[in-house]
Every structure is written in structure tokens, then in C-alpha cells.
């Protein structure tokens, strides 16, 4: 095999491995309709709840999950002011509270602020990046000039950065905030209101990969912790693991703040259950042209023998 025709094969192993498509190119190579239904319902209730409405997605890992809202983010954004992030890019999984989540999705808000330079008060960078003492000195001195440039830019990486890699950060994060949720809800909501002022959209903060989190953490979170995770005043969408949908309480606490059915994003299947065992059965005619277009993308007709 030439060397040419080897590399071809090897691209085309790498563009078969199942990454989300959140990435422009990678959307514009790869992404085939799959799902759309489930986004459309999810992208109306939006629409149509209150301005602080909660939402609730799930399904099965690698079904598109990530893929599908990154979709819907771009498709709500006319009309809102959006947040998406990937929870596990700024916290170890072993690690997520109901704290960190809400820490993480103030530092979101106040970075894309930072990004379409809203005034910010000074008072909320200094709460938000100035309560850890190793951090402190450096904090004060650069988070309270009044500048949304390069030196704010530098400390929101930088907390960002932490927030991941050290569990002492996390830790002295918790006990700062802990007992102070509603001043840390307070930002967030202070945060949005401002964006919201300067954008003239209501904001809508999507949090991907929430649902890779093992069960005891989603029960800690979403049960025991669920009026504080819900109590900011803007439109967030949580994923959840797809067996939480079968666990009465996690689903009993949804249910009392007012998320009646999750969304769930169904898995395709080649043949119906009846016939999964029937050597003769042929494949659902649906699915089977969906993975065909997944393969072209992927696959050049010329690489198949």
C-alpha cells in the first residue's frame, strides 16, 4: 500500500471515532439529521417557558447527545443570549457539586461578558475571582480596574484552569460558597441581567456532559441539592444520565420543581425488538439510510472495496 493511500485510510479511521460535532468544521463535514424532533419539542418548550424555565435532557452515551444541542444552540441564538459548555472541561467528573456547577456557570457568564465587553460590577469579579487567598493578591489587583480586556481575560483562564486540575482549588471553593449559594446565585443572576440589558435576548445556559456522571453524584446533585441548582433566574437546559429517568426520587425532586417529563434522545436500532433474534429480519429502513449518510460523510466511496 503506497504511502498516500495509507494516510487516506488513517483520516478516515480518525473521522469514524465518535467525537461531538460543536467544532464549525466538524459540523460542516459530518453533521447528518438525526433527532430533530426531539430538538424541535425541546427548542419550543424553551420558547414558550417562563424566562427562569429548567430543562431536563437525557440519553444513552455516544446517542448524539452533544451533537444535537450544539445544534439547538445555534438555532436559539436570534433570540437568546447563549451560554454551552462542556462541564467536563472545567471540573474533574469525580468532583461536580451543585456548587461548582453554579461557580462554573458564573464564570461562563461573566467570561462572555467579558467577550462582548458589558460593563460588569465590580463588586461580582471581585466575589467571583478574588475569595481564594492564593489567589487573592493577584485577584485584587487586576480584577477590579474596570478593564474587560486581556487581564481579566488572563484570570477567568486561569481560575478556569484550576477549577479542573486542583482538587484543593475545588475544595476551598466549597467551603467559600457553600454556605453562601444564594450571594453566588445572586451573580449569576446579576450577570445575566446584564447581558440580557446589553443583548436585548434572555439568556439561556446549556451544560453538556452533566449525564456522564456516575449515579450516587447525580443523586447527590439533583436530589438532595435541586432547589439551590434551580434557583437562577435565567433558562438553563442540565443533562442528565439516561438511568436517573428510572430513579423515583431523582425524578421525584425534578418533578417538584416543576420538570414534568425530561427529554429523552432516543438510540436508532437496526431492527425491531421483535426481530433482533430473526436472521431473516431486515433493517428499519430509517435508521439503516441515516447510517448510510453517517458513513459517506466519513468513509470516501473510493476507500470501500
Known amino acids: 500500500m503506497d504511502q498516500a493511500l495509507l494516510e487516506r485510510y488513517q483520516q478516515a479511521y480518525k473521522d469514524l471515532d465518535l467525537f461531538p460535532l460543536v467544532e464549525p468544521e466538524d459540523i460542516e463535514r459530518f453533521r447528518v439529521d438525526y433527532g430533530l424532533p426531539v430538538m424541535v419539542r425541546l427548542k419550543r418548550e424553551i420558547e414558550a417557558s417562563q424566562k427562569d424555565g429548567k430543562f431536563i435532557f437525557a440519553g444513552h ?3 448524539g447527545k452533544s451533537t444535537l444541542l450544539k445544534r439547538l444552540a445555534i438555532e436559539v441564538q436570534p433570540n437568546h443570549s447563549v451560554v454551552f459548555f462542556s462541564i467536563a472541561d472545567l471540573i474533574e467528573m469525580s468532583g461536580i457539586t451543585h456548587v461548582n456547577i453554579l461557580y462554573a456557570i458564573a464564570l461562563k457568564l461573566l467570561s462572555q461578558a467579558t ?3 458589558i460593563p460588569v460590577a465590580e463588586d461580582i469579579k471581585q466575589d467571583l475571582l478574588g475569595w481564594n487567598t492564593t489567589e487573592r493578591t493577584q485577584t485584587s489587583s487586576q480584577a477590579t480596574t474596570g478593564e474587560l480586556g486581556l487581564g481579566l481575560d488572563n484570570i477567568l483562564n486561569l481560575f478556569t484552569a484550576k477549577l479542573q486540575q486542583e482538587k484543593s482549588f475545588r475544595d476551598e471553593l466549597e467551603k467559600t460558597f457553600e454556605k453562601r449559594i444564594s450571594d453566588l446565585v445572586g451573580k449569576c443572576d446579576r450577570l445575566a441581567a446584564a447581558i440580557q440589558t446589553a443583548t436585548k435576548k434572555p439568556v439561556l445556559v446549556i451544560i453538556d456532559d452533566l449525564d456522564k456522571l456516575d449515579l450516587p453524584l447525580v443523586e447527590d446533585i439533583y436530589r438532595n441539592n435541586i432547589k439551590s441548582l434551580f434557583s437562577p433566574r435565567f433558562r ?3 443533562t ?11 425524578m421525584g425532586a425534578l418533578n417538584s420543581e416543576g420538570v414534568v417529563r ?9 431492527f425491531p425488538k421483535a426481530d433482533c433474534h430473526n436472521p431473516e429480519a431486515e433493517p428499519v429502513a430509517k435508521t439503516f439510510d441515516v447510517f448510510l449518510k453517517v458513513l459517506s460523510k466519513r468513509l470516501p466511496d473510493e476507500l470501500v472495496l
Open 61 to 63: 452515551r455516544g446517542c
Open 236 to 238: 438553563v437546559v442540565f
Open 240 to 250: 442528565i444520565p439516561v438511568s436517573a429517568v428510572q430513579e423515583p426520587q431523582v
Open 115 to 117: 467577550k462582548q465587553r
Open 262 to 270: 425530561p427529554h429523552l434522545f432516543p438510540v436508532a436500532k437496526f
